[in-house]
Structures are given as C-alpha cells and as structure tokens.
C-alpha cells in the first residue's frame, strides 16, 4: 500500500495533549528554559516595560534599546 493511500484513511486526532517523539520522559529537565517559562517572565516585564516607556514618551529609544540587548544576547550565546 501507497503512503498516501494510508494518510488519508487514518484520522488524526489533534486533541491529544502528548507530544510524539517527545525526548523527555516525565518533565523537561531543570533550567532548561521552555517557551512557558519564557513567556511567564518576558510577558510581565515586556508589559511594565512599554507601559514605563509610554508614559515617559521614550518608546523609540527603549525599541531601540531591546533591540541592542537581544542582539548581543543572540551573539554571546552563539
């Protein structure tokens, strides 16, 4: 049998909350950094951070500012 002619008879259930092939077996290990924990404390300090930019009219220099900050992060963690 084709793959294709197989693909198409299999429903595939999108609902299921496990990830296949998933190298973890129970949780990820400590310190990794997952993109939960990376949102839980970049959201927060995003949010206080244009919000203080707004209100002292300095939104462009704080872009400005971010930007330098994460482009040297993506340099030494190269």
Same mark, same amino acid.
């Given at each position: 049998?084709?793959?294709?002619?197989?693909?198409?008879?299999?429903?595939?259930?999108?609902?299921?909350?496990?990830?296949? @092939?998933s190298?973890?077996?129970?949780e990820? $290990?400590? @310190?990794?950094?997952?993109? $939960?924990?990376?949102?839980?404390?970049?959201? $927060?300090?995003?949010?206080?951070?244009?919000?203080?930019?707004?209100?002292f009219?300095?939104v462009?220099?704080?872009?400005? @500012?971010?930007?330098?900050?994460?482009?040297?992060?993506?340099?030494?963690?190269?």
């Amino acid at each position: 049998m084709h793959w294709w002619k197989s693909s198409f008879r299999e429903p595939i259930d999108f609902r299921d909350d496990s990830m296949p @092939g998933s190298p973890y077996l129970d949780e990820p $290990p400590k @310190g990794l950094l997952t993109w $939960p924990r990376v949102l839980r404390f970049s959201i $927060p300090a995003l949010l206080v951070t244009s919000s203080l930019a707004l209100a002292f009219d300095v939104v462009f220099e704080t872009l400005i @500012g971010i930007t330098v900050l994460l482009t040297m992060t993506a340099l030494i963690r190269r």
